[in-house]
């Protein structure tokens, strides 16, 4: 792809992981998409088959970009971008959020590269479910749209993946898009919606957790000074962008969440993360669009011939944090 040389990183082995986790990324980097998809490739047992770069945080157009950048960074361009959709299934202007990360996704950082001439189709994700049947797990960071057609689309396969993993939903907690709807469920509720109701193999990675897994200075500076991955040259200044702006609109935060990071904390240590399986019901429209909800009562009450999901509410953060700090150190 236009001309990269693969490098193939070496990434050091962390005792005690040894299962090999092949993932399928969703992403609108975007900071928090950045910093997970670089979590991604540092990590050791993480073996990524294909990015699908849609609208979301930026531009479906910023966010291939942003992904050709970090894998180019890395020497893996060997990774599948695939093209996924551009606006929601309400067929309502995409809203971006550049005033949180920055006009290029990538805070005050603009990117000096090309996206390749060659996208893959979306087909591809097809491919890749049917190639690692029951192997795949679909990592969801952006908007639910590109995962919502994976279940519509007549070539679907989509029953075929181990677990799909959604950065999506506030339960117990205020929104951070509208008082009651978490932002990538408000950016299309009607994909989230379809998601709710065919996906049984769903795990929701809500703001309960998302809003608490909080980066601070002190952590940032703490790995660039020991850092020696390709990522080492953006970490500090990207950060740096994404706690300021988050500064603004908390005060007190003292540095900035990393939503993202979260899923992938989840998908190698579910240990760290508190997990209670209910129905999952969306809002589509009204003061209440993007509402994501659960009968969280003692006795709760199910519909029939609705999945069930999970939702995470709880989690260790401290070892988050620790396990952030070792992965994102990581050095050959």
Known sequence: MNGFII????????????????????????????????????????????IVCEYGNVSQDIALKNTTYLLDLAGRNDIPLILGAESPLTASPPEFFYNIHGLHGLGDLVPAIEIPEYIHPFKMVYQLIEEHEGDLTIINLSRLTSLALTFIQAETNIEQVKQILVMGGAFFVPGNRTPVAEANIYGDPQAAKIIATYGGQVTFVPLNISNRAVISPEVTKKIVAQNDTPFSKIIQPIMNYYSKQYETLLPSINGAP?????LFSYLMKPDLFHVVDRQVLITTDGHSKGL????????????ENYPM?????????????DDFIEIMSTTS
């Open 258 to 262: 990393l939503h993202d990071v979260t």
């Open 292 to 303: 994501t909800y659960a009968d969280f009562r003692p006795n709760p009450e199910y519909i």
């Open 7 to 50: 490098i193939n990183y070496k990434k050091r082995k962390i005792k005690g992981v040894d299962v090999l986790k092949k993932v399928l990324i969703i992403a609108d980097p975007g900071v928090d998409d950045a910093f997970a998809i670089m979590y991604a490739l540092l990590h050791p047992q993480i073996e990524i088959l294909g």
């Open 309 to 321: 999901h999970q939702i995470i509410i709880d989690f260790n953060i401290e070892a988050f944090i």
